[in-house]
Protein backbone atom coordinates (compact mmCIF):
# COMPACT_ATOMS: atom_id res chain seq x y z
CA UNK A 1 0.00 0.00 0.00
CA UNK A 2 2.82 2.35 0.95
CA UNK A 3 4.51 1.78 -2.50
CA UNK A 4 1.32 2.70 -4.21
CA UNK A 5 0.66 5.77 -2.58
CA UNK A 6 3.96 7.11 -2.88
CA UNK A 7 4.27 5.51 -7.24
CA UNK A 8 0.25 7.95 -7.06
CA UNK A 9 1.85 10.47 -6.08
CA UNK A 10 5.06 10.30 -8.41
CA UNK A 11 2.36 10.18 -11.00
CA UNK A 12 0.74 13.32 -10.21
CA UNK A 13 3.98 15.01 -10.14
CA UNK A 14 5.06 13.63 -13.54
CA UNK A 15 1.83 14.27 -15.30
CA UNK A 16 2.07 18.42 -13.74
CA UNK A 17 5.86 18.52 -15.15
CA UNK A 18 5.16 16.91 -18.40
CA UNK A 19 2.09 19.55 -18.81
CA UNK A 20 4.66 22.55 -18.46
CA UNK A 21 5.77 24.07 -21.61
CA UNK A 22 8.86 26.24 -21.89
CA UNK A 23 8.02 29.95 -21.11
CA UNK A 24 11.03 31.77 -22.16
CA UNK A 25 10.84 35.54 -20.80
CA UNK A 26 6.69 34.91 -19.42
CA UNK A 27 6.28 36.64 -16.08
CA UNK A 28 3.77 35.48 -13.26
CA UNK A 29 3.07 36.69 -10.44
CA UNK A 30 2.32 34.78 -7.36
CA UNK A 31 0.38 36.29 -4.22
CA UNK A 32 0.67 34.28 -0.63
CA UNK A 33 -1.05 35.28 2.24
CA UNK A 34 1.89 34.78 5.27
CA UNK A 35 4.57 33.11 6.21
CA UNK A 36 2.95 32.19 8.92
CA UNK A 37 1.58 29.08 7.90
CA UNK A 38 3.86 26.35 7.32
CA UNK A 39 1.84 25.68 4.21
CA UNK A 40 1.98 28.81 2.14
CA UNK A 41 5.92 28.77 2.44
CA UNK A 42 5.17 25.41 1.09
CA UNK A 43 2.30 26.47 -2.20
CA UNK A 44 4.51 29.59 -2.59
CA UNK A 45 8.31 27.52 -3.10
CA UNK A 46 6.31 24.52 -5.05
CA UNK A 47 5.12 27.03 -7.67
CA UNK A 48 8.19 29.17 -8.09
CA UNK A 49 10.66 25.79 -8.73
CA UNK A 50 8.21 24.64 -11.06
CA UNK A 51 7.86 27.78 -12.75
CA UNK A 52 11.21 28.59 -13.41
CA UNK A 53 11.73 25.17 -13.93
CA UNK A 54 9.76 25.63 -16.96
CA UNK A 55 11.88 28.77 -17.99
CA UNK A 56 8.74 31.66 -16.66
CA UNK A 57 9.81 34.88 -14.39
CA UNK A 58 8.72 34.52 -11.38
CA UNK A 59 7.81 37.20 -8.80
CA UNK A 60 6.55 35.35 -5.56
CA UNK A 61 5.32 37.87 -2.78
CA UNK A 62 4.00 37.57 0.48
CA UNK A 63 1.12 39.80 2.56
CA UNK A 64 2.16 39.12 5.72
CA UNK A 65 -1.29 39.11 6.47
CA UNK A 66 -2.12 42.39 5.38
CA UNK A 67 -4.59 43.31 3.02
CA UNK A 68 -3.26 46.01 1.90
CA UNK A 69 -0.10 44.80 1.40
CA UNK A 70 -1.68 42.17 -0.91
CA UNK A 71 -3.52 44.95 -2.79
CA UNK A 72 -0.33 46.58 -3.19
CA UNK A 73 2.24 43.71 -4.01
CA UNK A 74 -0.71 41.82 -6.80
CA UNK A 75 -0.91 45.47 -8.20
CA UNK A 76 2.07 45.99 -8.92
CA UNK A 77 2.95 42.40 -10.19
CA UNK A 78 0.26 43.59 -12.80
CA UNK A 79 1.79 46.54 -13.64
CA UNK A 80 5.39 45.19 -13.88
CA UNK A 81 4.56 43.04 -16.70
CA UNK A 82 2.98 39.58 -15.25
CA UNK A 83 0.23 38.05 -18.10
CA UNK A 84 -0.72 36.11 -15.05
CA UNK A 85 -1.61 36.35 -11.44
CA UNK A 86 -2.16 33.69 -8.99
CA UNK A 87 -3.88 34.59 -6.05
CA UNK A 88 -4.01 33.35 -2.20
CA UNK A 89 -6.23 35.77 -1.00
CA UNK A 90 -5.91 36.96 2.79
CA UNK A 91 -9.81 37.60 2.53
CA UNK A 92 -11.26 37.25 -0.84
CA UNK A 93 -13.25 40.19 -1.20
CA UNK A 94 -10.76 42.56 -0.60
CA UNK A 95 -8.53 42.78 -3.69
CA UNK A 96 -11.61 44.87 -6.09
CA UNK A 97 -9.20 47.05 -7.39
CA UNK A 98 -6.66 44.39 -8.72
CA UNK A 99 -8.72 42.55 -10.02
CA UNK A 100 -9.63 45.62 -11.83
CA UNK A 101 -6.76 46.56 -13.29
CA UNK A 102 -5.77 43.09 -14.24
CA UNK A 103 -9.07 42.82 -16.43
CA UNK A 104 -8.43 45.85 -17.81
CA UNK A 105 -4.77 44.89 -19.02
CA UNK A 106 -5.88 41.39 -19.95
CA UNK A 107 -4.21 39.81 -17.21
CA UNK A 108 -5.70 36.23 -16.61
CA UNK A 109 -6.53 35.74 -12.96
CA UNK A 110 -6.11 32.17 -10.98
CA UNK A 111 -7.59 32.34 -6.95
CA UNK A 112 -5.36 29.46 -5.89
CA UNK A 113 -7.04 27.82 -2.54
CA UNK A 114 -9.20 30.98 -2.07
CA UNK A 115 -12.04 32.23 -3.99
CA UNK A 116 -11.71 35.61 -5.22
CA UNK A 117 -14.83 36.91 -4.52
CA UNK A 118 -17.01 39.51 -5.59
CA UNK A 119 -15.24 39.95 -9.23
CA UNK A 120 -15.42 39.15 -12.81
CA UNK A 121 -11.96 39.22 -13.26
CA UNK A 122 -11.41 35.82 -11.84
CA UNK A 123 -10.60 33.35 -14.67
CA UNK A 124 -10.02 30.20 -12.71
CA UNK A 125 -10.14 28.41 -9.34
CA UNK A 126 -7.73 25.91 -8.47
CA UNK A 127 -8.33 24.17 -4.88
CA UNK A 128 -8.84 21.14 -3.39
CA UNK A 129 -12.93 19.89 -2.67
CA UNK A 130 -12.87 21.98 0.37
CA UNK A 131 -16.19 20.68 0.85
CA UNK A 132 -14.68 16.75 0.87
CA UNK A 133 -12.36 18.10 3.40
CA UNK A 134 -15.29 18.82 6.26
CA UNK A 135 -16.91 15.25 4.84
CA UNK A 136 -13.74 13.22 5.43
CA UNK A 137 -13.36 14.97 9.05
CA UNK A 138 -16.88 14.36 10.09
CA UNK A 139 -16.87 10.83 8.50
CA UNK A 140 -13.87 10.08 10.64
CA UNK A 141 -15.43 11.50 14.29
CA UNK A 142 -18.54 9.15 13.11
CA UNK A 143 -16.47 5.72 12.53
CA UNK A 144 -14.22 6.15 15.86
CA UNK A 145 -17.49 6.97 18.02
CA UNK A 146 -19.01 4.73 15.84
CA UNK A 147 -22.53 6.86 15.89
CA UNK A 148 -25.04 4.64 13.98
CA UNK A 149 -24.35 1.64 16.82
CA UNK A 150 -22.88 3.03 20.00
CA UNK A 151 -25.59 4.67 22.42
CA UNK A 152 -23.83 7.69 22.96
CA UNK A 153 -24.33 10.42 24.33
CA UNK A 154 -21.20 11.63 23.16
CA UNK A 155 -19.79 15.11 23.95
CA UNK A 156 -18.23 17.50 20.76
CA UNK A 157 -17.09 20.66 20.45
CA UNK A 158 -16.49 22.74 17.01
CA UNK A 159 -13.61 24.89 16.06
CA UNK A 160 -14.20 26.53 12.23
CA UNK A 161 -11.91 28.82 10.54
CA UNK A 162 -11.91 32.25 9.38
CA UNK A 163 -14.40 33.75 8.65
CA UNK A 164 -12.74 35.57 5.84
CA UNK A 165 -12.00 32.95 3.69
CA UNK A 166 -14.48 31.41 1.64
CA UNK A 167 -13.23 27.52 2.24
CA UNK A 168 -14.03 28.04 5.79
CA UNK A 169 -17.60 27.73 5.36
CA UNK A 170 -17.35 24.82 2.98
CA UNK A 171 -15.02 22.80 5.74
CA UNK A 172 -17.45 23.32 8.41
CA UNK A 173 -20.52 22.73 6.04
CA UNK A 174 -19.25 19.37 4.92
CA UNK A 175 -18.57 18.06 8.57
CA UNK A 176 -21.59 19.30 10.11
CA UNK A 177 -23.72 18.24 7.35
CA UNK A 178 -22.57 14.52 8.35
CA UNK A 179 -23.06 15.23 11.71
CA UNK A 180 -26.45 17.20 12.06
CA UNK A 181 -28.24 14.12 11.86
CA UNK A 182 -26.66 12.76 15.31
CA UNK A 183 -27.09 16.32 16.86
CA UNK A 184 -30.68 16.39 15.75
CA UNK A 185 -30.94 12.35 17.80
CA UNK A 186 -29.15 13.99 20.81
CA UNK A 187 -25.92 10.96 20.67
CA UNK A 188 -23.86 14.08 20.05
CA UNK A 189 -24.07 17.15 22.53
CA UNK A 190 -22.85 20.30 21.77
CA UNK A 191 -22.25 21.69 25.70
CA UNK A 192 -20.98 25.33 24.99
CA UNK A 193 -24.35 25.58 22.85
CA UNK A 194 -21.74 26.79 20.18
CA UNK A 195 -22.66 25.14 16.60
CA UNK A 196 -23.52 28.18 14.29
CA UNK A 197 -20.66 28.95 12.00
CA UNK A 198 -20.29 32.67 13.18
CA UNK A 199 -19.86 31.48 16.78
CA UNK A 200 -17.07 28.42 16.14
CA UNK A 201 -15.01 30.91 13.30
CA UNK A 202 -11.33 31.78 14.23
CA UNK A 203 -10.52 34.68 12.49
CA UNK A 204 -7.15 34.55 10.93
CA UNK A 205 -6.75 30.70 11.84
CA UNK A 206 -5.34 31.71 14.67
CA UNK A 207 -4.24 28.97 17.25
CA UNK A 208 -4.31 31.69 20.24
CA UNK A 209 -7.61 32.39 19.16
CA UNK A 210 -8.75 29.27 19.22
CA UNK A 211 -6.57 28.71 22.42
CA UNK A 212 -8.34 31.28 24.12
CA UNK A 213 -11.92 30.44 23.19
CA UNK A 214 -11.18 26.47 24.17
CA UNK A 215 -10.64 27.48 27.30
CA UNK A 216 -13.34 29.27 27.66
CA UNK A 217 -15.47 26.37 26.35
CA UNK A 218 -13.76 24.05 29.10
CA UNK A 219 -15.14 25.95 31.83
CA UNK A 220 -18.68 24.04 31.08
CA UNK A 221 -16.88 20.68 31.45
CA UNK A 222 -15.45 21.20 35.27
CA UNK A 223 -18.34 18.77 36.39
CA UNK A 224 -15.89 16.00 35.40
CA UNK A 225 -17.51 15.03 31.50
CA UNK A 226 -15.34 14.10 29.33
CA UNK A 227 -15.02 15.86 25.49
CA UNK A 228 -15.25 12.41 23.19
CA UNK A 229 -14.69 14.72 19.78
CA UNK A 230 -13.32 17.76 18.93
CA UNK A 231 -14.02 18.76 15.57
CA UNK A 232 -10.82 21.28 14.37
CA UNK A 233 -11.01 22.42 10.59
CA UNK A 234 -7.51 22.92 10.27
CA UNK A 235 -4.35 22.15 12.21
CA UNK A 236 -3.63 25.86 13.62
CA UNK A 237 -7.06 25.78 15.18
CA UNK A 238 -6.33 22.24 16.28
CA UNK A 239 -3.15 23.47 17.77
CA UNK A 240 -5.02 26.11 20.01
CA UNK A 241 -6.92 23.61 21.11
CA UNK A 242 -4.94 21.03 21.91
CA UNK A 243 -2.94 23.53 23.95
CA UNK A 244 -5.92 24.50 26.20
CA UNK A 245 -6.48 20.49 26.57
CA UNK A 246 -3.31 19.71 28.01
CA UNK A 247 -3.41 23.23 30.51
CA UNK A 248 -7.42 22.65 31.31
CA UNK A 249 -8.79 19.22 31.38
CA UNK A 250 -8.02 16.06 33.23
CA UNK A 251 -10.89 13.91 31.59
CA UNK A 252 -10.29 11.15 28.62
CA UNK A 253 -8.81 12.63 25.21
CA UNK A 254 -10.67 13.71 22.81
CA UNK A 255 -11.09 12.84 19.03
CA UNK A 256 -9.57 15.80 17.62
CA UNK A 257 -9.16 16.46 13.95
CA UNK A 258 -7.18 18.97 11.47
CA UNK A 259 -5.77 19.77 8.19
CA UNK A 260 -2.75 20.59 6.19
CA UNK A 261 -0.28 17.83 8.09
CA UNK A 262 1.44 20.90 9.74
CA UNK A 263 4.92 19.63 11.07
CA UNK A 264 3.65 20.76 14.24
CA UNK A 265 0.49 19.06 14.61
CA UNK A 266 2.08 15.62 13.07
CA UNK A 267 4.01 15.91 16.32
CA UNK A 268 0.63 15.83 18.10
CA UNK A 269 -0.16 13.11 16.26
CA UNK A 270 2.35 10.95 16.83
CA UNK A 271 2.23 11.66 20.41
CA UNK A 272 -1.49 10.42 20.51
CA UNK A 273 -2.92 14.26 21.19
CA UNK A 274 -4.67 14.69 17.29
CA UNK A 275 -6.22 11.93 15.53
CA UNK A 276 -5.92 12.92 12.64
CA UNK A 277 -5.69 15.53 9.51
CA UNK A 278 -6.44 15.99 5.70
CA UNK A 279 -3.79 15.89 3.77
CA UNK A 280 -3.69 18.39 0.84
CA UNK A 281 -0.49 17.33 -1.37
CA UNK A 282 -0.18 20.85 -2.25
CA UNK A 283 2.78 19.32 -4.90
CA UNK A 284 -0.59 17.96 -6.84
CA UNK A 285 -1.89 21.55 -6.52
CA UNK A 286 1.07 23.79 -7.62
CA UNK A 287 1.85 21.18 -10.68
CA UNK A 288 -2.01 21.61 -11.67
CA UNK A 289 -1.58 25.51 -11.74
CA UNK A 290 1.59 25.54 -13.34
CA UNK A 291 -0.13 23.08 -15.59
CA UNK A 292 -3.07 25.28 -16.39
CA UNK A 293 -0.53 28.69 -16.33
CA UNK A 294 0.74 26.87 -19.59
CA UNK A 295 -2.43 26.34 -20.92
CA UNK A 296 -3.16 29.88 -20.76
CA UNK A 297 -0.07 30.93 -22.51
CA UNK A 298 -0.59 28.53 -25.27
CA UNK A 299 -4.54 29.21 -26.17
CA UNK A 300 -5.39 25.97 -25.20
CA UNK A 301 -8.41 25.06 -23.64
CA UNK A 302 -7.75 24.98 -19.63
CA UNK A 303 -8.35 22.28 -17.34
CA UNK A 304 -11.72 22.45 -15.06
CA UNK A 305 -13.56 19.58 -13.82
CA UNK A 306 -16.16 22.39 -11.92
CA UNK A 307 -18.20 24.12 -13.35
CA UNK A 308 -21.20 25.02 -11.15
CA UNK A 309 -20.24 25.50 -7.62
CA UNK A 310 -17.89 27.88 -7.01
CA UNK A 311 -20.00 31.40 -7.52
CA UNK A 312 -18.18 34.04 -5.90
CA UNK A 313 -21.24 36.56 -5.93
CA UNK A 314 -20.62 38.03 -9.61
CA UNK A 315 -19.45 34.78 -11.47
CA UNK A 316 -19.22 30.62 -10.90
CA UNK A 317 -15.58 30.56 -11.61
CA UNK A 318 -14.47 27.43 -13.67
CA UNK A 319 -12.49 25.24 -11.22
CA UNK A 320 -10.10 22.30 -11.05
CA UNK A 321 -10.18 20.57 -7.61
CA UNK A 322 -7.78 18.27 -6.43
CA UNK A 323 -9.17 15.19 -3.63
CA UNK A 324 -8.13 15.31 -0.37
CA UNK A 325 -7.39 12.36 2.06
CA UNK A 326 -6.94 11.77 5.47
CA UNK A 327 -3.56 10.82 7.51
CA UNK A 328 -3.78 9.56 10.87
CA UNK A 329 -1.30 7.06 13.18
CA UNK A 330 -1.93 3.98 10.30
CA UNK A 331 -0.65 5.98 6.67
CA UNK A 332 0.75 9.07 7.73
CA UNK A 333 4.39 7.55 6.93
CA UNK A 334 3.05 6.13 3.43
CA UNK A 335 1.25 9.64 2.83
CA UNK A 336 4.08 11.95 4.11
CA UNK A 337 7.71 10.80 4.56
CA UNK A 338 7.70 8.07 1.37
CA UNK A 339 6.28 10.24 -0.70
CA UNK A 340 9.34 12.36 0.02
CA UNK A 341 6.91 15.47 1.50
CA UNK A 342 8.87 15.35 4.67
CA UNK A 343 11.68 13.25 6.40
CA UNK A 344 12.12 12.16 9.59
CA UNK A 345 14.61 13.33 12.23
CA UNK A 346 16.69 12.01 14.43
CA UNK A 347 13.99 11.61 17.26
CA UNK A 348 10.98 9.74 14.37
CA UNK A 349 9.21 13.21 14.07
CA UNK A 350 8.70 14.58 10.54
CA UNK A 351 10.58 17.87 9.71
CA UNK A 352 10.27 20.13 6.16
CA UNK A 353 12.67 18.43 3.81
CA UNK A 354 15.04 20.70 2.50
Known amino acids: MKKFVAILMALCLVLGACAMVSAEGEK ?9 LQRWNQDGSYMEAMFI ?25 INN ?19 DLAKEKGVAVIAYDRL ?23 EYIKKELDLDNAEGPFNLEITAGDPGDNNAGYFYQGAIDVLQPYMDAGKLIVKSGEIEFAKVATPGWKSETAQNRANAILANYDDGSNIDAWLCSNDSTALGVINALEDNY ?72 CEPVFANLDNWQALLIDSGYYVLNDAGYPVVAE
Open 116 to 138: LMESDAVSYYATFDNYMVGTVQG
Open 250 to 321: DGEWPIITGQDCDVATMAKMIDGKQAMSVFKDTRTLAAQVVKMVGQIFKGEEVDVNDTTTYNNGKITVPSFL
Open 28 to 36: VGISMPTKD
Open 53 to 77: EAGYEVDLQYAANDEQQQLNQVTNM
Open 81 to 99: GCKVVIIAAITGDALGNAL
